[in-house]
């Protein structure tokens, strides 16, 4: 591939990231207006939902919920997928919360934090490392994690429980705190919002994820480490999964050898029904935690009405096939104008109207 051909791939690439950046935009927004019309039917239907409570519970457990799949939307858009996050939340829950009771003081709180952000990188370079030194994809390196890192999470258990008794005061409380009226939890993902979409948008780091999810080829030609990027992504997931395990223990007042399970296909779900391209490229980290507030919000709903565990279940998973579908079918119409353009400049000889007549030929 000449110069040129890249020049031209990516000028390409950029012409379909804009009109997708804009059904990008298109789609949070009608995400947001989606979220309020259930907000205000369920307002006017349910009484349990306007309890202060259960708003709180809602917030807290959506923001646990967002920080995680914002590391997911970081992975994915880089066209690789971490189906270990749920086990990495769990074996961090158990970890931070034992580890951090050794730890007094007043940094006591710092301590703890850089634990799960440092143990749940540690555990995402895991998945790196079988992805680049072995070639493996992400989907079946990330499976193969899932199953060592619940394996791990019931050895360290040893059929024991961690409550809230046994972790720090800070720890312990850190659900029910508040912030000028905000909660902890609220307070902790909009930070990590506003740092991964600054981290996304204004370095180079974000270019080049963008780039390797759009068009890897052109990315290896424009000097991409795809191999450094690679590791930086799963530790970064890794590192918001540590703190989403952090948050666990707070939340639930009780880890054993189950935290974290099912939280895979949560996580995934909100990115992709976020916006977040699972063929990457597309998509940002409010598009995740919007996606995590609009699923929290429908089981919140389902919980109240006391609706089966597997019809939420079922529900997810539907949410994800018809956001797959729904993008791929958008995103296949936005590049035939461009498979055109491609088609005519390699044959200027071609009549379009004549190419139209015979049925599009330069569409595909």
Request: aromatic share 6%.
């Amino acid at each position: 591939m000449s110069v040129a051909n890249v020049t031209a791939d990516l000028g390409a690439s950029s012409a379909r990231r804009g009109r997708i950046g804009t059904l990008a935009r298109r789609s949070d927004t009608a995400l947001i207006g989606l979220i309020v019309i259930i907000t205000l039917v369920a307002t006017a239907t349910l009484s349990d939902f306007r309890t202060l409570s259960n708003v709180n519970n809602l917030l807290n457990t959506t923001a646990l919920i967002a920080i995680v799949a914002i590391g997911e939307a970081v992975v994915i858009l880089a066209r690789q997928i971490d189906l270990s996050v749920g086990a990495i939340v769990g074996i961090c829950a158990y970890l931070v919360g034992e580890w951090s009771g050794h730890v007094s003081g007043p940094f006591g709180p710092v301590v703890g934090v850089l634990l799960a952000l440092g143990l749940g990188a540690a555990f995402g370079l895991g998945n790196a490392l079988l992805v680049n030194v072995f070639k493996m994809p992400a989907i079946i390196a990330t499976l193969a994690t899932l199953s060592i890192y619940t394996g791990l999470q019931i050895i360290v258990n040893n059929g024991s429980q961690l409550y809230l008794t046994q972790v720090p005061k800070w720890l312990a409380g850190l659900r029910g705190n508040a912030w000028f009226g905000i909660g902890t939890f609220i307070w902790i993902a909009v930070i990590v919002l506003v740092a991964v979409s600054f981290i996304l948008r204004r370095t180079r780091f974000g270019r080049d994820i963008y780039a390797l999810g759009s068009n890897p080829e052109a990315a290896v030609y424009l000097g991409v480490k795809i191999r450094l990027r690679t590791y930086q992504i799963f530790a970064l997931c890794g590192a918001l999964a540590g703190l989403g395990g952090l948050m666990y223990t707070s939340q639930f007042g009780n880890v054993d050898a189950t935290a974290g399970s099912g939280m895979n296909l949560t996580v995934i779900a909100a990115a992709v029904v976020g916006g977040v391209s699972l063929f990457g490229g597309a998509g940002t980290a409010l598009s995740a935690v919007l996606g995590a507030l609009l699923l929290g919000e429908i089981q919140n709903v389902l919980e109240l009405t006391r609706i089966s565990i597997f019809a939420e279940q079922t529900l997810q998973g539907a949410a994800i096939v018809i956001a797959v579908a729904v993008y791929a079918v958008v995103s296949r119409r936005l590049r035939r104008p461009v498979r055109r353009e491609a088609f005519l400049s390699e044959h200027p000889t071609l009549d379009p109207v004549a190419i139209n007549a015979a049925g599009g030929t330069a569409n595909g």
